[in-house]
Nanobody
Framework: VQLQASGGGLVQAGGSLRLSCAAS????????MGWYRQAPGLQRELVAT???????NYADSVKGRFTISRDNAKNTMYLQMNSLKPEDTAVYYC??????????????WGQGTLVTVSS
């Protein structure tokens, strides 16, 4: 599975951005998907996850501001980020848990997209 993340950029505090993560490849089924972020000097942290059945989980720091969603037909996941704060500045990574036709499960990470929120 190859992942392509996009949608990052520079935005002022209070603004919005929408991240996308598209999975491509053949003969696989996507299970859970998630967004993680890593700010300079800090460890990578969970932002939000979504199951194939669309059950979601959010970090407390983003609840009420971020919304994760997915389009199973397009193998694509989204992160709508509203009311952005300078502390949301980080490289955002998508993570996908998939199952190949041979039954093996794989975890893949996207290349990361930079989100910078100015004060």
């Amino acid at each position: 599975v190859q992942l392509q993340a996009s949608g990052g950029g520079l935005v002022q505090a209070g603004g919005s951005l929408r991240l996308s993560c598209a999975a491509s490849g053949s003969r696989f089924s996507i299970n859970d998907m998630g967004w993680y972020r890593q700010a300079p000097g800090l460890q990578r942290e969970l932002v939000a996850t979504i199951t194939r059945g669309a059950s979601t989980n959010y970090a407390d720091s983003v609840k009420g501001r971020f919304t994760i969603s997915r389009d199973n037909a397009k193998n694509t996941m989204y992160l709508q980020m509203n009311s952005l704060k300078p502390e949301d500045t980080a490289v955002y990574y998508c993570k996908v848990d998939s199952t190949a036709v041979n039954g093996f499960r794989y975890v893949n990470w996207g290349q990361g997209t930079l989100v910078t929120v100015s004060s």
